[in-house]
């Protein structure tokens, strides 16, 4: 399906062409319900879980009970037939299974419904699935999974007398008809009572349409998801309700089963539902899709604890007579290694974790386990901003970071009395990373932001389980031009697109920012035609959205077309100024340009190769060499499945935002304002503004970035330095001039910024 259409991409070298052969293009797919994916299976069983649940607390010595009367182990083997209940999950009842033993292993059976073997199921996934059970997993060969979660947890129940787990291979009627969410499998606390429906058996049932046990990553998947179930099972010897054995909380139980997961080798549920979902109270559990995010918690968070106080704690915490927080303290006060550290020290370690994660700095703040990446923290390009009222959720983390501009400051005002706690983490431009405390309600100036450190982010913590907490900032600083580019390497080519095919690149919104210009790299001398838009938000039937530009048209005049092999930097890269459109880029944008005729004769917009990672180039076929007209990604098959991606970049830049009202307004014009201290030895610092609207000599006001350039001369009108050549928008900025290396006298410092220009002296005493 991904590869059903094919075309032929030439790319252009400058002694010729070379026709790179059985190249292909990916339909993008936006329609998530084509694909499968596994879904929770908890509220199809919630119902009969709470009679389960509601049947024990009302008989405290069942199982006392049940002991007594002495059931004969099953003792199955192969051949023998039995009709198993299973829940029909569309219907919320009960049905039979017909099904036949296919293996006996040394802690389990293994049963097949009749219906779907020699289908669905053979004897060689029967043996695997076997295999994995008692013998061996990716973590350790010489371990199944019965073993590793026994050891890890604790023992299942045994309400059939008979140590061996059933395992039940089945088609699990869950309403999957060929796409959409499927039920992987489940353990069913309603087989551990008597009752009309109930097998009154240690069962598990697993999945085998649409998971497909004949392929590698389809068994994987099953044995995951039986190593996530098994840890229910036993989660539920130890917290079913009866006396000195409470339920445990949802989000703790499935906590343990994804680090089960884990534990056997199988890969960590995955993070990038929490990564952007981090401010949710710890505990809450969820119904719909937004449980996936709760399942991505509770792995990384579970996962955490297992990696810091190790399979002892897992242990101790579901053998616990305590649940919730009592519980994981009760754990951590009863390690074989003892810690001091209890929930909310550790909670607190955690948060550090989701941003830092790198042990190295302190083994409290990082993951040992693959793919558990950072969390995304809200990200500000520019320095100057009002927040309002944040909530901090109970038992949650918020997280901010400054990546451009200079001179940060940032107050951060709270209300909470001390229950929230704040972390800064300085990034410093030699790889070092520096960790503090701020107190709230004090201003802090970072002012080795955007030289020695080039990178800031802060962490608010709220370790309390009862409570949220709300806050809010107010930054200050030097906003600078932002660079959007998702070309990670040198030019390779040209694409040979036809007449009136269509190219683009899809950019991200920055929240505040204004499109200030985008720099295009051209083939050759000539032009290329397009517009700005907004995004639709999916590329088929289109990514062009409103129109932003609709004329939009990159020139190029270089004397000598670039030769192959390609200098390095390449020198064709065209700048068109866009700061006149004012255009909000808080939201996505595509830039597109139209192909128009045939190269060499016409110019054309370079590509790259890179991997197919967060792709943002797209293209429009008109004529394809097979399937309709419509938009590609364009995929180069012979260079390891390669994605071409347009040399087009976008700079953002930031208006003025809104000034605290404490603080002066801005001049109405540019103001130079004396240097200080003066004089000086060997550093001073100068203050300038650029105003918000600037009248011309024509009597227009011009708003927006500004071209300043601060220069320092001697008295001899020799440039001794230039501290400031960029382009800047309305603010106050200061600059500081070390003259270290110069000899004492009189100096002049220049500010310029189109018409404007203003002159002042300074004296430099040694």
């Given at each position: 399906m991904k590869l059903k259409y094919q075309i032929f991409i030439f790319i252009i070298l400058c002694f010729g062409i070379l026709f790179a052969q059985n190249?292909?293009?990916k339909k993008v797919t936006e329609n998530k319900s084509s694909k499968s994916f596994k879904i929770d299976a908890r509220p199809f069983l919630m119902e009969s879980e709470k009679k389960v649940t509601e049947f024990l607390k009302n008989h405290p010595d069942y199982y006392m009970k049940l002991k007594l009367e002495k059931r004969q182990a099953w003792n199955f083997s192969v051949g023998t037939k039995k009709a198993w209940f299973a829940s029909n999950l569309e219907t919320n009842s009960f049905y039979s299974v017909p099904s036949t033993c296919r293996a006996v292993g040394t802690n389990c059976y293994i049963f097949v419904e009749d219906a779907i073997w020699n289908t669905r199921v053979t004897q060689s996934n029967v043996?695997?699935?076997?295999?994995?059970?008692?013998?061996?997993?990716?973590?350790?060969?010489?371990?199944?999974?019965?073993?590793?979660?026994?050891?890890?947890?604790?023992?299942?129940?045994?309400?059939?007398?008979?140590?061996?787990?059933?395992?039940?291979?089945?088609?699990i009627k869950d309403g999957y008809n060929g796409s959409g969410g499927f039920v992987a499998g489940y353990f069913h606390s309603v087989n551990e009572v008597s009752g009309t429906n109930s097998n009154m058996a240690e069962i598990y049932y697993l999945d085998a349409d649409p998971t497909d046990l004949s392929t590698q990553d389809g068994?994987?998947?099953?044995?995951?998801?039986?190593?996530?179930?098994f840890q229910h099972m036993i989660h539920f010897n130890y917290h079913n309700g009866t006396a000195g054995k409470p339920v445990q909380i949802t989000f703790l139980n499935e906590g343990c089963s994804t680090v089960a997961e884990v534990i056997c080798g199988y890969p960590v549920y995955p993070q990038s539902y929490f990564n952007n979902d981090y401010n949710e109270y710890l505990f809450i559990w969820r119904n719909g899709d937004v449980v996936l995010n709760d399942?991505?918690?509770?792995a990384r968070y579970t996962t955490y604890m297992y990696e810091q106080f190790g399979a002892d704690y897992l242990k101790k915490f579901v053998q616990s007579s305590l649940v919730g927080v009592p519980g994981i303290n009760d754990a951590l006060s009863k390690l074989n290694t003892p810690t001091n550290l209890r929930f909310k020290e550790s909670l607190e370690n955690w948060f550090l974790a989701n941003i830092l994660n790198d042990k190295t700095i302190n083994v409290a703040w990082g993951y040992s386990t693959s793919n558990i990446n950072t969390v995304n923290a809200k990200a500000f390009f520019n320095p100057n901003y009002n927040s309002g009222n944040i909530t901090v959720e109970k038992a949650a983390a918020d997280y901010l970071t400054f990546q451009y501009g200079k001179n940060l400051s940032i107050k951060f005002n709270d209300s909470s009395g001390g229950k929230l706690k704040y972390k800064v983490i300085k990034y410093l431009t030699n790889n070092n990373v520096q960790i503090d405390s701020l107190t709230p309600n004090t201003q802090y100036d970072f002012?080795?932001?955007?030289?020695?450190?080039?990178?800031?982010?802060?962490?608010?913590?709220?370790p309390d389980i009862s409570s949220a907490y709300s806050y809010s900032f107010t930054s200050k600083g030097e906003a600078e031009t932002i660079e959007l580019a998702y070309d990670e390497s040198e030019p390779t080519g040209v694409l040979q697109l036809s007449d009136n095919d269509t190219v683009c690149v899809v950019f991200d919104g920055v929240n505040g920012a204004n499109l200030d210009s985008i720099r295009v790299a051209l083939r050759q001398a000539g032009s290329v035609h397009g517009g700005i838009y907004e995004y639709t938000g999916a590329v088929r039937p289109s990514p062009l959205g409103?129109?932003?530009?609709?004329d939009l048209t990159v020139t190029s005049n270089i004397d000598q077309k670039p030769p192959y092999p390609y200098p390095?930097?390449?020198?064709?890269?065209?700048?068109a100024d866009l700061s006149s459109f004012n255009i909000n880029a808080s939201n996505p944008f595509v830039v597109a340009f139209v192909v128009e005729g045939t190269y060499p004769q016409q110019n054309r917009i370079m590509v790259t190769e890179q991997p197919n990672t967060n792709n943002h180039s797209f293209t429009y076929l008109s004529n394809p060499s097979s399937g309709t007209p419509g938009w590609y990604i364009l995929t180069n098959s012979n260079s390891g499945d390669s994605v071409f991606t347009y040399l087009i970049r976008a700079y953002l830049s930031f208006p003025i935002t809104a000034i605290d009202e404490n603080d002066e307004p801005l001049a109405t014009e540019f103001q130079l304002y004396q240097n200080y201290p003066n004089p000086f030895n060997p550093t001073t610092t100068i203050k300038?503004?650029?105003?918000?609207?600037?009248?011309?000599?024509t009597g227009d006001v011009k708003h927006g970035m500004k071209t300043v350039k601060l220069t320092v001369y001697d008295v001899l009108g020799r440039e001794v330095a230039t501290l400031v050549n960029k382009r800047q928008s309305p603010g106050r900025y200061s600059v500081t001039f070390n003259a270290f290396n110069l000899p004492s006298g009189l100096y002049f410092y220049k500010l310029t910024a189109g018409e404007f220009s203003q002159t002042k002296k300074m004296i430099l005493m040694k």
């Open positions: 190249k292909t293009t043996d695997a699935v076997k295999n994995a059970f008692d013998n061996s997993t990716p973590v350790d060969p010489n371990k199944g999974i019965y073993q590793i979660d026994t050891e890890t947890f604790g023992n299942p129940p045994d309400v059939d007398n008979d140590p061996k787990i059933i395992i039940l291979i089945l088609d068994l994987n998947n099953a044995l995951s998801t039986m190593a996530h179930e399942y991505s918690r509770a002012n080795e932001f955007g030289t020695t450190v080039n990178k800031i982010s802060f962490a608010i913590l709220n409103k129109v932003l530009v609709s390095v930097p390449w020198p064709n890269w065209i700048t300038y503004e650029i105003p918000v609207g600037v009248k011309s000599k």
